[in-house]
């Protein structure tokens, strides 16, 4: 009889818990949830700004007039994504477009091959950087799937 009262009160330990923990997380999101996503829209620009600086070695004076282009970029970028995957393309080129005037020719040449790159990675549906997308310059590449 004893037993039964040990795993029920185990039961009801472990039960409080998961409740304290969704409502934990829920609060948690509900108060946090508009910062982390700030934050995710940052890095995705200083993520785009260190590629471009990685392939074509910008000036500070580079990043600092790229960024604002960067980041307008993915304004816009996220407001079409929303509704129609098609209408991010021309914005892209104008910032590509906007990003080649603010680099010197050898770089505009090398920002050209990275961003076909990046195009023939999208069309495959492999995206650069994790979860999934090609190693950074340097690194080896990730062992093949198990099947």
Do not use: C
């Not at 079409?80 to 770089?107: C, F, G, K, T, W």
């Not at 961003?115 to 690194?139: D, I, S, T, Y």
């Amino acid at each position: 009889m004893k037993s039964w009262k040990a795993w029920a009160l185990v039961t009801l330990i472990f039960a409080t818990g998961v409740l304290a923990g969704a409502f934990g997380m829920r609060a948690y999101m509900a108060r946090n949830l508009p910062e982390i996503i700030a934050q995710t829209r940052k890095r995705l620009e200083e993520h785009f700004l260190e590629s471009i600086d990685r392939e074509v070695g910008l000036s500070a004076q580079q990043k600092q007039a790229l960024l604002p282009i960067l980041k307008e970029a993915v304004d816009k970028g996220e407001k079409i994504h929303e509704s129609v995957r098609e209408q991010m393309d021309p914005i892209m080129r104008e910032a590509d477009a906007r990003i080649a005037e603010q680099l010197d020719q050898p770089q505009r040449a090398r920002f050209q091959e990275f961003r076909e790159r990046m195009e023939r990675l999208r069309r495959e549906g492999r995206f650069p950087g994790p979860p999934g997308g090609p190693p950074p310059p340097g690194f080896p590449p990730p062992p093949p799937p198990d099947k």
